[in-house]
């Protein structure tokens, strides 16, 4: 399929450690997007990556991109309590089409 | 003021039945969705509309029919509702820029709908 798909499916770390979550997906794309969704609630954009872009700050949000390994990461430093969600990436593939997987679940234990 | 709303927030309907969900943004964005998440938490889009025209319909039953009155609604009807109908769909928005590109879109709170 096309759909971004996140690894892993569940992490647990504790407060103060970093997070990383990978993406990979299967077309090429014009950008690369993080939603955050919390429980019972919609997504939240974080970070779009351009398709010639490799890399993007945004706060304690680092995501890189690799085209030619059509993969992306998203690494969440110092993490908190509240960093606890779901999180999905998105290639954008065409116009205005995002694909979603079924996110990676982030569980920060204080 | 809420970006994106939807109402109702739950649903709980028999099958069969015919219901609607609302959905209005006030960001002034030119396009709108509806995706469905199901119990695994797959995203899943169903229909984008720009400036009330349908851009994408997704393999999705002909018993949903979005309606776009104005660009700022996109209300999302469901005929002869069944078991597998029962998800949280969210509607969402975003204003073309680029032809497409720089695309981030807000979305609504979600509407829960159980079908028994």
């Known amino acids: 399929s096309q759909q971004g798909e996140e690894d892993p499916q569940a992490l647990s770390i504790q407060e103060g450690e970093n997070a990383t979550m990978n993406c990979s997906y299967k077309?090429?794309?014009?950008?690369l997007q993080w939603y955050r969704q919390n429980s019972g609630r919609g997504l939240v954009h974080l970070i779009l990556i351009r398709s010639n872009e490799r890399e993007k700050h945004s706060g304690r949000l680092r995501v890189t991109l690799d085209t030619s390994k059509k993969s992306s990461s998203l690494l969440i430093t110092a993490s908190r309590a509240a960093d606890t969600a779901s999180y999905f990436c998105?290639?954008?593939?065409?116009?205005?089409?995002?694909?979603f997987g079924a996110g990676t679940i982030l569980r920060v234990k204080s | 003021d809420t970006a994106v709303s939807q109402t109702p927030k739950y649903l709980v309907t028999q099958m069969g039945n015919d219901k609607s969900i609302k959905c209005e943004q006030n960001?002034?964005?030119?396009?709108m969705y509806w995706y469905k998440q199901d119990s695994k938490k797959f995203l899943k889009i169903m229909f984008s509309?720009?400036?009330?025209?349908?851009?994408i319909n997704e393999t999705v039953p002909n018993r949903f029919s979005p309606k776009s009155p104005d660009k700022a609604h996109l209300n999302l009807h469901i005929n002869s509702l069944e078991l597998g109908d029962s998800a949280v769909y969210f509607c969402a928005s975003s204003q073309d820029r680029r032809g497409g590109a720089d695309n981030e879109q807000f979305f609504g709170p979600g509407t829960r709908l159980t079908v028994l």
């Open positions: 509309y720009n400036n009330k025209e349908l851009i």
């Open positions: 077309t090429s794309i014009n950008n």
């Open positions: 998105a290639p954008s593939i065409y116009g205005n089409k995002l694909v």
């Open positions: 960001l002034g964005h030119d396009t």
